[in-house]
T-cell receptor, first 114, second 111 residues
Framework: GEQVEQLPSILRVQEGSSASINCSYEDSASNYFPWYKQEPGENPKLIIDIRSNMERKQIQELIVLLDKKAKRFSLHITDTQPGDSAMYFCAASWRTGNTGKLIFGLGTTLQVQP | EAGVTQSPRYAVLQEGQAVSFWCDPISGHDTLYWYQQPRDQGPQLLVYFRDEAVIDNSQLPSDRFSAVRPKGTNSTLKIQSAKQGDTATYLC?????????FGPGTRLTVL
């Protein structure tokens, strides 16, 4: 079916520690997995993505891991800062093709405490 | 590069009223999406277009919602008779393909 499960729904961490968000998907044909950050009153902003031909991608403090066999992917934020506090959404492409339909998870609220 | 633009930014209606949302995608992006995002939830796809063609409108409540993209550029989403359950932010996104970039959204409140 068209579902992406995202956990946890709320994540509280201390400043300087790591935060991890996990997602799982159902469509074995999914080949594109973006992550979005949304601050209150703002639109979702693409922060990092990974395609199915990769297992790991890193942009500065953001690391994405993809396990195609298990149909799971995850976002890891190292050395969290208060500015990382926001809602984070994972997504997976549905039925590949040139037009990319994305199925979004329900989101994780990350709170980084000073 | 200019981002996705949407208007209006806010709308407040009584139940039964109609409203239209307008979206101008990033230049050169052939795929345009409309999402509904209820408060504290993820974006839920309503409809998407590639150029002027509807690719998937299976989640669009067809009795009250309609969407067009007549020239394959700008798009309009219309709610014919709004209900309180339509209260949400309506997001437009565009891609070429895959990487989707969202506009600022229209926050709709139906009283």
């Amino acid at each position: 079916g068209e579902q992406v499960e995202q956990l946890p729904s709320i994540l509280r961490v201390q400043e300087g520690s790591s935060a991890s968000i996990n997602c799982s998907y159902e469509d074995s044909a999914s080949n594109y997995f973006p992550w979005y950050k949304q601050e209150p009153g703002e639109n979702p902003k693409l922060i990092i993505d990974i395609r199915s031909n990769m297992e790991r991608k890193q942009i500065q403090e953001l690391i994405v891991l993809l396990d195609k066999k298990a149909k799971r992917f995850s976002l890891h934020i190292t050395d969290t800062q208060p500015g990382d506090s926001a809602m984070y959404f994972c997504a997976a492409s549905w039925r590949t093709g040139n037009t990319g339909k994305l199925i979004f998870g329900l989101g994780t609220t990350l709170q980084v405490q000073p | 590069e200019a981002g996705v633009t949407q208007s209006p930014r806010y709308a407040v209606l009584q139940e039964g009223q109609a409203v239209s949302f307008w979206c101008d995608p990033i230049s050169g992006h052939d795929t345009l999406y409309w999402y509904q995002q209820p408060r504290d939830q993820g974006p839920q796809l309503l409809v998407y277009f590639r150029d002027e063609a509807v690719i998937d409108n299976s989640q669009l409540p067809s009795d009250r919602f309609s969407a067009v993209r007549p020239k394959g550029t700008n798009s309009t989403l219309k709610i014919q008779s709004a209900k309180q359950g339509d209260t949400a932010t309506y997001l437009c996104a565009s891609s070429r393909p895959y990487e989707q970039y969202f506009g600022p959204g229209t926050r709709l409140t139906v009283l």
